[in-house]
């Protein structure tokens, strides 16, 4: 048994604002012209609350996909602020109300189980397709998981973490049983507890994300036999480009390798940045069936992930 | 005939261990030492300290103690200096080669003088790569740091001036610590890139897999100072005191110490600390600029400690002792194996939670 993706939609809020819009409305904490150098140039700021974004993700990829509600055997929803994962209310009982379970009910997923994945950061959606893999694996008979991420920051909180401009958005993928395409060929993670604390251990993760990133990664292509050469295009989450420029020389990548449009135009769309990357890559036409791609993640609560992707 | 030995730079690391050694050879008499600054001496009854500066004319002596000193000196040993690899140019160059200038003046002053012993450093060889070889000196391949280059300006001076005085040159590699009990007495910046590493802020070192990692332990540098300054004294000579083909490659050195830190503090597996990565230079100093541009003090700290030194490793290199190792064996002083004296070292850093001993248990 294969299993790949084989939708992808997202929605990004229609406001953006400049480095220096940012800069100017003191949502920055770092100077705009730095953050300049590190391929940044704008971030998108939602009006809507992260439910409905995903919504709005999720009704996409379903309707274009052409699949059936009725369809899916899971819908696993990823958030990576506790925000996202409750419907908020003036009472405490609001904290029950949940927005994986109203979208179950506004998009029809009536033979869905649903859950969430709350506590991998940046990582929530990577781990949605390896968790909907595992699914299908476990259950013969289940065919299609929706996964679907969201996040919005709160109003008037600063745009920049750990260096990087953060936008807010929601991406929806469809994972189904041998999947025509996206073919998920070898995934690779590790969750390093030690810095589970990012203020106090902030500048140990600075520092321990690129060895760790490079063992897996290698891990990742090694046990594929994949030869870094082979890949087609790295899928990005969209950190700093100069971080990307480093890590790529670490697992022998060249630069051109890296789909890296969306870090100045897109900033990082939290947990969806991959999947964005991987839609906008196919949008323009830089694929060919049989492509592979690498996608490599890194989310807060120590999670680094790498998948290897077949198109 | 008893010697008179005259030090510079005996407060420093090498020179709180090479004071005691001196002192108790039978063939010195009195041991003269140039102080500067606030580093106790061990007692000693041969032991006799003058006040001065290697970067003032005459040391910075007095007149009527200079006339002493220089009357009665039949040996110098030469080892102040600025050694950290952080230094400016400018400040390194104000010791090392202006201070060598200066005591070189002084050692002509001296009538009964029969060596001057230079103490240098392995990488005087800057970023040549290959197999270095004592009898090497001049190249143009340029420095990784201030350091380097003004030692190789002090030893250009005092090749140029071997016509005229009796002098060898003691070239040093990187001391780690005694081989006996692992002891280290200052903290060099190997020191502080291994407790970077076990407080995982050492994401990345620059080299090749196969780069040498050359150290070796403090006595064996100190037998070595002693042989070539009193017992073995040849006019010309230049020694490496190195670890020579007995060194890891960084690849071997990062994995012992891992091994050697999951061996003494069996919680610190639970950290899951990564090695650092093996990088090239380009990529190392992209990682630099990025620190240096993010202010994040803690981590900046580590890099500029791991920018100033660990470029080296980056130019692959054999220092070769083996024309010293011929007179060593001659001498019956065998060189600490590494693999021997690299845990004493680890386990000393780690119960003394990376503190060093105290200056005073330089022992007599």
Request: charged content about 20%.
């Amino acid at each position: 048994m294969n299993h790949g993706i084989s939708a992808i939609e997202y929605v990004l809020p229609s406001r953006s604002l400049s480095l220096c819009e940012l800069e100017d409305a003191g949502l920055l904490v770092s100077r705009a012209e730095q953050l300049q150098g590190f391929g940044f140039e704008r971030c998108f700021i939602s009006d809507e609350s992260a439910d409905d974004l995903a919504l709005r993700a999720a009704a996409a990829v379903l309707s274009n996909s052409s699949i059936s509600p009725e369809s899916v055997d899971l819908l696993l929803y990823a958030g990576a602020i506790a925000s996202s994962h409750h419907i908020a209310g003036e009472r405490f009982l609001s904290n029950f109300n949940y927005p994986a379970t109203k979208l179950q009910f506004e998009l029809g997923l009536t033979r869905a189980s649903v859950t969430g994945i709350s506590q991998a950061g940046c990582m929530g959606l990577t781990y949605a397709v390896k968790f909907a893999g595992d699914f299908l694996r476990a259950n013969p008979d289940a065919q299609c998981v929706l996964c679907v991420s969201a996040d919005v920051l709160p109003k008037g909180v600063q745009r920049e973490i750990l260096y990087n401009v953060i936008s807010d958005g929601a991406c929806a993928l469809i994972v189904t049983r041998n999947s025509p395409r996206n073919r998920v060929l070898a995934h690779r993670s590790v969750t390093k507890g030690y810095y589970w604390d990012c203020i106090a251990r902030k500048n140990e993760i600075l520092a321990a994300y690129f060895p760790t990133a490079k063992n897996l990664v290698q891990d990742l292509l090694s046990g594929a036999a994949c030869a870094p050469e082979a890949l087609r295009m790295v899928l990005p989450h969209n950190v700093s480009y100069r971080s990307w420029e480093i890590l790529l020389d670490l697992i022998g990548v060249k630069k051109d390798q890296l789909f890296a449009a969306n870090i100045s135009r897109k900033g990082h769309v939290i947990a969806a940045d991959n999947w964005i990357n991987l839609k906008d890559a196919v949008t323009a036409n830089l694929l060919n069936p049989g492509d592979k791609l690498l996608a490599f993640n890194f989310g807060f609560g120590a999670n680094w992930a790498a998948t290897l992707i077949e198109h | 005939m008893r010697h008179t030995v005259f030090i510079t730079g005996g407060t420093g690391m090498v020179g709180q261990d090479l004071l005691p050694k001196i002192c108790f050879q039978e063939i010195v008499e009195k041991v003269i030492v140039l102080t500067h600054g606030n580093g106790a001496l061990p007692a000693h009854q041969k032991i006799e300290a003058v006040r001065g500066d290697v970067r003032l004319p005459d040391l910075g002596l007095q007149h009527d103690v200079k006339q002493a000193v220089v009357r009665t000196v039949t040996t110098i040993i030469h080892g102040a200096a600025e050694t950290s690899f952080a230094s400016e140019l400018s400040a390194a160059q104000a010791v090392n080669v202006g201070g060598t200038e200066n005591i070189i003046r002084f050692a002509a002053d001296c009538p009964r003088l029969q060596a001057f012993c230079h103490l240098s450093t392995v990488y005087v060889c800057g970023k040549r790569t290959g197999t270095i070889r004592e009898a090497d000196l001049e190249h143009n391949s340029g420095f990784v740091n201030a350091y380097e280059q003004s030692k190789y300006e002090a030893e250009q001076f005092v090749a140029s001036q071997a016509h005229r005085l009796p002098t060898t040159v003691v070239r040093l590699s990187t001391i780690l610590g005694r081989s006996r009990d692992g002891a280290v007495t200052k903290s060099g910046a190997i020191h502080y890139a291994l407790r970077f590493f076990f407080h995982s802020l050492a994401p990345m070192v620059p080299g090749t897999k196969e780069s040498l990692v050359d150290l070796i332990a403090l006595d064996y540098a100190v037998e070595s100072i002693a042989l070539a300054a009193l017992h073995q004294f040849t006019p010309g000579s230049t020694w490496h005191v190195s670890g020579g083909s007995d060194a890891f490659s960084l690849e071997q050195f990062l994995e012992e110490t891992l091994q050697l830190f999951y061996k003494h503090r069996p919680a610190w597996r639970k950290r899951a600390i990564e090695k650092p990565a093996i990088v090239n230079l380009e990529t190392f100093f992209l990682f630099v600029k990025s620190v240096e541009e993010l202010g994040e003090s803690v981590l900046k700290n580590s890099v500029a400690v791991l920018k100033s030194f660990a470029p080296q490793l980056a130019y692959p290199k054999l220092i070769s002792d083996a024309s010293t190792q011929l007179v060593m064996q001659r001498s019956g002083l065998a060189r600490p194996a590494i693999r021997n004296f690299y845990p004493k070292v680890i386990r000393f850093l780690l119960e003394n939670n990376w503190e060093t001993t105290p200056q005073d248990q330089a022992r007599l």
